[in-house]
């Protein structure tokens, strides 16, 4: 069981808008910054989104993330084949630990 | 340009050790919150130590007082020891770069505990 929750998983046909959804609490979204990672199959997690909406260099600005209040969004717009990986969210969980980053279940997104 | 590479995985008995390690080029690990990430088979991400950079640590509570997160300054590198290993570590074990974000990933490494 995650601390945070996502969706298990989500379809959609090429180019078409996806939401995924991550929900926590007041400890842990309501207190801190989101992150999103994308999972391509077989490989490691890449960072796609940092401090609830900005994105690292070289991610296409199709992929957008809010926050609000304990809960968090990443949505993929015009979504490509390519896109067809596992995303988690992700944040601190408890700022009275020194380490306690906490992530969703992950959602497996399928391009029909 | 940023990379990590985890080696030291295998297969091992229940009870047995590992040392896993992550070396690093491209930035220095010691100016860095480094941490180790692990994913079981067919499951998600399970966040599990943390390194900051003046040397305190943290671990997950399935793993404390079991694994122990360090580094080497002079080699750039991580590493994660891994004692009285249970069936339920099984997993990829991935070296990761920050605190707030983990901005980059290894590869990863994988770790079998079976009899």
């Known amino acids: 069981q995650s601390v945070l929750t996502q969706p298990p998983s989500l379809s959609a046909a090429p180019g078409q808008k996806v939401t995924i959804s991550c929900s926590g609490d007041?400890?842990?979204?309501?207190?801190?910054?989101v992150s999103w990672y994308q999972q391509l199959p077989g490989t490691a997690p890449k960072l796609l989104i940092y401090e609830n909406k900005r994105r690292p260099s070289g991610i296409p600005d199709r992929f957008s993330g809010s926050k609000s209040g304990t809960s968090a969004t990443l949505a993929i717009t015009g979504i490509q084949t390519g896109d067809e990986a596992d995303y988690y969210c992700g944040t601190w969980g408890d700022k009275l630990r020194l380490g306690n980053y906490v992530f969703g279940g992950g959602t497996k997104v399928t391009v029909l | 340009e940023v990379q990590m590479v985890e080696s030291g995985g295998g297969l091992i008995q229940p009870g047995g050790s590992l040392r896993l390690s992550c070396e690093v080029s491209g930035f220095t690990v010691s100016m860095n919150f480094m941490s180790w990430v692990r994913q079981s088979p067919g499951k998600g991400l399970e966040w599990v130590s943390v390194?900051?950079?003046?040397?305190?640590?943290d671990y997950a509570d399935s793993v404390k007082g079991r694994f122990t997160i360090s580094r080497d300054n002079s080699k750039n590198t991580m590493y994660l020891q891994l004692n009285s290993l249970r069936a339920e570590d099984t997993a990829v074990y991935y070296c990761a770069r920050g605190k707030w974000e983990l901005s980059a990933w290894g590869q990863g490494t994988p770790v079998t505990v079976s009899s």
């Open positions: 390194m900051y950079n003046d040397d305190r640590t």
């Open positions: 007041s400890s842990n979204i309501g207190d801190n910054y």
